[in-house]
């Protein structure tokens, strides 16, 4: 009987363990929200500005105008901006919002 107490305990052990490293994740969850009409729109234009780098939106400020849109660049040292109209989809202005020597 020792001998089948042990074997359960460590079972047990053994089965609660694997549940707490089930729990862990190396990799954190990321919730995707889909982009917004002037989101895309402004992305396009920094892509197309930019030759096409890879960008993400930082943020997104509606306006009495439209919408105010920053964009990271990858390698840029500044977000660029991109200014929406009222429509979400007619791009207004893009600009980089740091040293140009640095684009």
């Given amino acids: 009987m ?3 107490r042990h074997a359960l305990s460590m079972a047990g052990t053994i089965a609660a363990a694997a549940f707490l490293l089930s729990a862990c ?3 954190p969850e990321v919730e995707t929200v889909p982009l917004t009409t002037a989101e ?3 992305l396009e234009a920094v892509s197309a500005t930019t ?3 890879p960008a993400s939106v930082i943020s997104s400020v509606p306006t009495k105008t439209g919408t ?5 660049v990858e390698g840029a040292e500044a ?3 991109c200014e929406v109209g009222t429509d ?3 791009v207004l202005n893009v600009e ?3 040293s140009e020597g640095y684009l």
């Fill in 2 to 4: 020792p001998n089948l």
């Fill in 25 to 27: 994740s190396s990799e």
């Fill in 40 to 42: 895309a729109a402004c």
């Fill in 51 to 53: 030759g096409g780098a």
């Fill in 68 to 72: 105010n849109v920053n964009v990271a």
């Fill in 79 to 81: 977000p660029w901006a």
């Fill in 88 to 90: 979400g989809a007619t």
């Fill in 96 to 98: 980089y919002t740091g």
